[in-house]
């Protein structure tokens, strides 16, 4: 598999564009502690994925898509959580779980094809 670019990556555009829906959607929210906590775990998911596909070892990159996998999971927590507290739009909240989901096969996709070569 040749060079990379993380700025090439599906999975990459669609966790920022999430990252970004989530500050646009929250960013009225009162509670701090609540939107600094899911404002960063869904923006370790892109910042994951490029730090990750800019080393040049198959390993570091699938330990850096591992991490991007966790935080992935973590906010899907925190959107859950969100959608229960009334702090999300349930409608909003499933599509940003749906998508979570996707972007979490895609990361495993990713690390396992990375771990083939």
């Not at 959607?25 to 899911?38: S, Y």
Request: hydrophobic share 35%; aromatic share 8%; net charge neutral.
């Amino acid at each position: 598999m040749g060079l990379i670019r993380f700025e090439d990556l599906d999975v990459w555009k669609r966790s920022a564009r999430l990252s970004t829906e989530l500050y646009k959607t929250l960013v009225g929210l009162r509670d701090f502690g609540f939107r600094d906590q899911i404002t960063r775990s869904g923006l370790s998911v892109p910042s994951n994925i490029a730090e990750g596909m800019e080393r040049r070892s198959s390993k570091d990159q699938q330990r850096y898509l591992d991490i991007a996998l966790g935080s992935c999971g973590e906010l899907r927590t925190q959107i859950y959580i969100g959608i229960e507290i009334g702090y999300i739009e349930k409608h909003t909240g499933s599509l940003w779980v749906s998508e979570t989901r996707e972007i979490s096969a895609m990361l495993v996709s990713l690390r396992n094809t990375l771990a083939d070569n």
